[in-house]
């Protein structure tokens, strides 16, 4: 007989080198190149062709600027890099490099030019030509404000015919586009300093990224007024830059004291006045996957979900895995061409098998956000079979954001979300976890008091809202378009904790995450992986977020306390409190250690400590029971704040020691 520890430690050899536990794929992150300009700073990723953080000193002026190629069905061409050429001199820089987009009928080639001038001014300008003839929806650059340092700042905005338009950028989630025809758009990022972005070679406009919760603001071309997708023909060249200048007094630089180690900090904002309760967080059901077997069941069960989401697909199977998760369902109606009549056919099936429905999400498969009417007839033909009716879309926020459900007839509004309509590496995906509780807090706005429910959050798009022709199947060598291996992986356990910390700090009613099992749920099945080279699982094991989501739900029915990182896109987390008892979910974002120093809000300086790490991560996904039953470290702090170190994409959790 194979012990425990005999099977971790074959485990850890058989893995030895493989480094899928940290975010799903044993390949090496996107390289980074450090620029300087004089007083700008940037970064480049040279295996994207990706500008990141433009900053005069630590103001951010610009996320990122990247050229997309983009088809008829705004799927993105991924870019294939090649002859990176970096010159640096006198305080500037110049960095060439070649780029294909390749994918079908696409063929776009283009030499990208990056130059860094000491006086302040980075321009990226793109030269290239169309390898074939083939439909595209967007093609060249887009530029990516930051959310934290332009919400509700004045800008300057100039336009194609010379006129200035002074203006500010949106504070609340803008349903339209806030800025059109743009050659320049400018801002102040220091007294008496702008900063000033101007466009080449097409027409730009501005959209509110957030919408589709990116975190920045989208500078981009072509304007979404044309019509697409368009014809581009082979031959076809293709001209446009980017030039970021500095304009005004620059301010003396600064002395700074640079420590060896440096201490990120986890502070509570606010005080305990700012707390908010919890969302009531679920899962959705799997009806790809096969029925859940007994310890399945006896791990969801530990997780303790809120509520269970249906679509309706199997029924049957949702009722009876409902009653054995003793988890209310959240049933998802999706009405097509005879409403009254879908809703009287699901009353008779509903009135023999009794379940338990805690709400009703109502859509119709022929609006993109669904008209309350809907909701309201669903109510009138359910009577008594659920608890609550809701409108919204099944889709992005943006399109409940352009079509507001009227809100009398409903209970609350709804919207899905995930983090890669746009962007797909991990950096992007840490810097759209933000964006979440702005989509919240702006649904609230509107909502007129009503709630708002999140529903479903996935790492990848479930479906293409806004295709214009068929997907194409998957090539056998690829996962389906709807799986992601950092859902196995201590990564996608450190993006779902800020996830729920985002989403409960910014006052979301209920959440449901993932599925009960699969490639896309909180464990593998018993059979294991389907793509086991793609998607490195194995049979029966939980996923790290898995405990990220059992440790949220033990406090289901307390308050959330609203913290600030002083570095969100390297480490976040959130404090819990329930009935006397406090515990602090903390994450590491990134691929190196680091320490935070968090302040710890309980009298009781009495704390453990259990870490989800590189080091714990077999035990704590093979045999979840037996380490969820550990209690972690004893630790006496000698003040009101704990120094918590952080492995790799690392988690710890923090309890006061009589929890």
Same mark, same amino acid.
């Given at each position: 007989?194979?012990?425990?520890?005999a099977?971790?430690?074959?485990?850890?050899?058989a893995?030895?080198?493989?480094?899928?536990?940290?975010?799903?794929?044993?390949?090496?992150?996107?390289?980074?190149?450090?620029?300087?300009?004089?007083?700008?700073?940037?970064?480049?990723?040279?295996?994207?062709?990706?500008?990141?953080?433009?900053?005069?000193?630590d103001a951010?002026?610009?996320r990122a600027?990247?050229?997309?190629?983009?088809?008829?069905?705004w799927?993105?061409?991924a870019?294939k890099?090649?002859?990176?050429?970096?010159?640096?001199?006198?305080?500037?820089?110049?960095?060439?490099?070649?780029?294909?987009?390749?994918?079908?009928?696409?063929?776009f080639?283009?030499r990208?030019?990056?130059?860094?001038?000491?006086?302040g001014?980075? @321009?990226?300008?793109?030269?290239g030509?169309?390898?074939?003839?083939?439909?595209?929806?967007?093609?060249?650059?887009?530029?990516?404000?930051?959310?934290?340092?332009?919400?509700?700042?004045?800008?300057?905005?100039?336009?194609?015919?010379?006129?200035?338009?002074?203006?500010?950028?949106?504070?609340?989630?803008?349903?339209?586009?806030?800025?059109?025809?743009?050659?320049?758009?400018?801002?102040?990022v220091?007294?008496?300093?702008t900063?000033?972005?101007?466009?080449?070679?097409e027409?730009?406009?501005?959209e509110?990224?957030?919408?589709?919760?990116?975190?920045?603001?989208?500078?981009?071309?072509?304007?979404?007024?044309?019509?697409?997708?368009?014809?581009?023909?082979?031959?076809?060249?293709?001209?446009?830059?980017?030039?970021?200048?500095l304009?005004?007094?620059?301010?003396?630089?600064?002395?700074?004291?640079?420590?060896?180690?440096?201490?990120?900090?986890?502070?509570v %904002?606010?005080?305990?006045?700012?707390?908010?309760?919890?969302? @009531?967080?679920?899962?959705?059901?799997?009806p790809?996957?096969?029925?859940?077997?007994?310890?399945?069941?006896?791990?969801?069960?530990?997780?303790?979900?809120?509520?269970?989401?249906?679509?309706?697909?199997?029924?049957?199977r949702?009722?009876q895995?409902?009653?054995i998760?003793?988890?209310?369902?959240?049933?998802?109606?999706?009405?097509?061409?005879?409403?009254?009549?879908?809703?009287?056919?699901?009353?008779?099936?509903?009135?023999?098998?009794?379940?338990?429905?805690? @709400?009703?999400?109502?859509?119709?498969?022929?609006?993109?956000?669904?008209n309350?009417?809907?909701?309201?007839?669903?109510?009138?033909?359910?009577?008594?079979?659920?608890?609550?009716?809701g409108?919204?879309? !099944?889709?992005?926020?943006?399109?409940?954001n352009?079509?507001?459900?009227?809100?009398?007839?409903?209970?609350?509004?709804?919207?899905?979300?995930?983090?890669?309509?746009?962007?797909?590496?991990? %950096?992007?995906?840490v810097?759209n976890?933000?964006?979440?509780?702005?989509?919240?807090?702006?649904?609230?706005?509107f909502?007129?008091?009503? !709630?708002?429910?999140?529903?479903?959050?996935?790492?990848?798009?479930?479906?293409?809202? !806004?295709?214009?022709?068929?997907?194409?199947?998957?090539?056998?060598?690829?996962?389906p378009?709807?799986?992601?291996?950092?859902?196995?992986?201590?990564?996608?356990? %450190?993006?779902?904790?800020?996830?729920?910390?985002?989403?409960?700090?910014s006052? %979301?009613?209920?959440?449901?995450?993932?599925?009960?099992?699969?490639?896309?749920?909180?464990m593998e099945?018993?059979?294991?992986?389907?793509?086991?080279?793609?998607?490195?699982?194995r049979?029966?094991?939980?996923?790290?977020?898995?405990?990220?989501?059992?440790?949220?739900?033990?406090?289901?029915?307390?308050?959330?306390?609203?913290t600030?990182?002083?570095?969100p896109?390297?480490?976040d987390?959130?404090?819990?409190?329930?009935?006397?008892?406090?515990?602090?979910?903390?994450?590491?974002?990134?691929?190196?250690?680091?320490?935070?120093?968090?302040?710890w809000p309980?009298?009781?300086?009495?704390?453990?400590?259990?870490?989800?790490?590189?080091?714990?991560?077999?035990?704590?996904?093979l045999?979840?029971?037996?380490?969820?039953?550990?209690?972690?470290?004893?630790?006496?702090?000698?003040?009101?704040?704990?120094?918590?170190?952080?492995?790799?994409?690392?988690?710890?959790?923090?309890?006061?020691?009589?929890?």
């Amino acid at each position: 007989m194979i012990t425990r520890r005999a099977t971790l430690q074959l485990l850890t050899a058989a893995t030895a080198g493989a480094q899928s536990f940290y975010y799903g794929k044993d390949e090496p992150l996107p390289r980074q190149m450090e620029l300087s300009a004089g007083p700008l700073t940037a970064v480049f990723e040279p295996e994207l062709g990706l500008l990141r953080y433009v900053k005069f000193g630590d103001a951010e002026i610009l996320r990122a600027i990247y050229a997309a190629v983009r088809d008829r069905n705004w799927g993105t061409v991924a870019p294939k890099i090649s002859n990176v050429k970096l010159e640096t001199a006198d305080g500037g820089f110049q960095l060439t490099f070649d780029v294909s987009n390749v994918e079908g009928p696409i063929d776009f080639a283009w030499r990208g030019t990056i130059t860094g001038d000491p006086k302040g001014s980075i @321009r990226f300008a793109m030269e290239g030509e169309a390898r074939s003839t083939f439909a595209r929806n967007r093609l060249g650059f887009a530029v990516l404000h930051p959310i934290r340092e332009c919400a509700g700042r004045m800008c300057t905005v100039m336009h194609g015919g010379g006129s200035k338009e002074i203006g500010k950028f949106p504070l609340e989630v803008a349903p339209n586009q806030p800025f059109k025809d743009m050659r320049s758009i400018s801002h102040e990022v220091a007294p008496g300093l702008t900063a000033e972005v101007a466009f080449e070679g097409e027409i730009f406009e501005m959209e509110d990224h957030r919408n589709w919760t990116d975190g920045s603001y989208k500078t981009y071309c072509t304007p979404l007024e044309l019509p697409f997708p368009v014809e581009v023909p082979k031959g076809k060249k293709v001209s446009q830059a980017v030039t970021v200048t500095l304009q005004g007094t620059l301010p003396a630089a600064p002395v700074r004291f640079v420590p060896r180690r440096k201490l990120y900090t986890l502070d509570v %904002a606010g005080g305990a006045q700012a707390a908010m309760p919890l969302p @009531r967080v679920g899962f959705g059901l799997s009806p790809e996957s096969p029925a859940l077997d007994g310890r399945q069941i006896q791990l969801l069960l530990a997780a303790r979900p809120a509520h269970l989401r249906a679509d309706g697909k199997d029924l049957a199977r949702a009722i009876q895995e409902h009653r054995i998760l003793q988890a209310p369902l959240e049933l998802a109606i999706h009405l097509g061409a005879d409403p009254e009549a879908e809703l009287q056919t699901l009353a008779k099936m509903l009135a023999a098998q009794k379940p338990k429905i805690d @709400r009703c999400l109502v859509f119709h498969t022929g609006e993109k956000s669904s008209n309350a009417k809907w909701a309201a007839l669903a109510r009138e033909t359910l009577k008594g079979m659920a608890a609550s009716f809701g409108a919204g879309t !099944n889709a992005y926020f943006a399109e409940l954001n352009r079509e507001r459900p009227e809100t009398a007839p409903i209970d609350f509004l709804t919207f899905s979300l995930n983090p890669q309509v746009h962007a797909f590496d991990n %950096a992007s995906l840490v810097e759209n976890l933000e964006a979440q509780a702005d989509a919240v807090t702006s649904a609230r706005r509107f909502a007129g008091g009503k !709630n708002i429910v999140v529903s479903p959050v996935t790492f990848k798009p479930r479906f293409n809202p !806004n295709a214009t022709a068929g997907e194409e199947a998957p090539r056998p060598d690829t996962l389906p378009s709807t799986a992601d291996p950092r859902q196995l992986s201590l990564f996608g356990a %450190a993006w779902t904790l800020g996830s729920l910390k985002y989403l409960a700090e910014s006052g %979301a009613h209920s959440a449901t995450y993932y599925e009960t099992h699969g490639a896309r749920g909180l464990m593998e099945t018993a059979a294991g992986s389907r793509w086991p080279k793609l998607f490195a699982s194995r049979a029966g094991q939980v996923f790290p977020l898995y405990h990220v989501l059992a440790d949220f739900n033990e406090f289901a029915g307390g308050d959330v306390l609203r913290t600030r990182s002083s570095q969100p896109l390297a480490v976040d987390g959130m404090i819990l409190r329930r009935a006397g008892r406090q515990r602090a979910l903390i994450a590491n974002m990134t691929a190196e250690p680091l320490t935070v120093r968090v302040a710890w809000p309980s009298a009781s300086r009495r704390v453990r400590m259990r870490k989800l790490d590189e080091y714990s991560v077999r035990e704590a996904t093979l045999y979840p029971e037996s380490w969820r039953a550990q209690p972690g470290d004893a630790i006496t702090l000698a003040g009101p704040a704990i120094d918590v170190p952080l492995a790799a994409y690392g988690i710890v959790r923090l309890d006061t020691a009589e929890a």
